[in-house]
């Protein structure tokens, strides 16, 4: 038999537009889908390796998105040793359980997604 999907508690819990936006509060941020698609694509990494993996984060920001996600039980923070310290991110089971979305996510944008010709009418 099966085991139970971890599930997540939300307050909209029934109503039809309900998993749309829990699902979009939960990875919707800017950071928040690069870092799983990273860690998705790596496996587990440290601190400085999915920096450079991510790019163009700043050492606060990947830090408080890192947080946020092990706070939603996205990803999983594990030390792996003391001296020095040295600690790993990695996905957990429900992080992992994204992996069709982000993969959904990559195909739209590389099929209607073009370079802006102006920094001033790019989406971001």
């Given amino acids: 038999m099966d085991e139970p999907t971890e599930q997540l508690e939300v307050w909209c819990a029934g109503e039809d537009w309900c ?68 600690v790993e991110y990695s996905l957990t089971e429900l992080g992992e359980s994204l992996e069709s979305v982000i993969q959904e996510m990559a195909a739209w944008g590389e099929e209607h997604l073009m370079p802006a010709a102006d920094e001033s009418r790019s989406i971001t």
């Fill in 19 to 86: 998993p749309i936006t829990s699902t979009a509060t939960l990875i919707g941020k800017k950071w928040h889908t690069v870092v799983l698609h990273r860690l998705l694509a790596n496996g587990p990494l440290g601190f400085n390796a999915l920096k450079e993996e991510v790019g163009g984060i700043s050492s606060k920001v990947l830090s408080d998105v890192l947080e946020d996600l092990e706070a939603k039980r996205l990803v999983d923070r594990e030390i792996v040793s003391e001296k020095p310290v040295r």
